[in-house]
């Protein structure tokens, strides 16, 4: 039977690690996403996890830190961006070009006023 304190020492120590982990990962996905970084010194930096993880990881996060926010953000509002462009390619046409266009086919002769104010009324809704 395990003591208070042995579950204690597992769950702080479970903790840290998967902390640690979670560090690891996100120095070596900004290693790679970094584009001002040149090859040779993302070596050095992948070299230096491998032998010395934690020393290293926390030198990175020291000296590397505010940079590490500052691509993070592009990087999320590069997505951000990209996924409202998709949704809007999808979408189709807004409500005002849907209007617009209503208005040219009654301009022209093409639909009735009547068809119209329906356009007009589905493009609204």
């Not at 926010?69 to 997505?79: D, E, K, L, N, S």
């Not at 022209?108 to 009547?114: D, E, K, R, S, V």
């Amino acid at each position: 039977m395990t003591s208070f304190w042995d579950t204690l020492y597992l769950i702080i120590s479970v903790f840290l690690f998967v902390a640690y982990l979670i560090v690891l990962f996100h120095v070596v996905v900004d290693l790679f996403r970094d584009a001002e970084l040149g090859g040779g010194y993302k070596a050095l930096w992948l070299i230096a996890l491998i032998f010395l993880p934690l020393l290293t990881a926390l030198v990175y996060v020291i000296a590397r830190g505010k940079g590490m926010a500052g691509r993070q953000r592009a990087a999320v509002q590069r997505a951000q961006s990209e996924t409202e462009a998709y949704i809007r390619q999808v979408a189709g046409k807004s409500p005002a070009e849907q209007i617009a266009d209503a208005k040219a086919l009654l301009d022209a002769g093409t639909i009735t006023a009547t068809e119209y104010e329906r356009l007009k009324a589905k493009a609204l809704a």
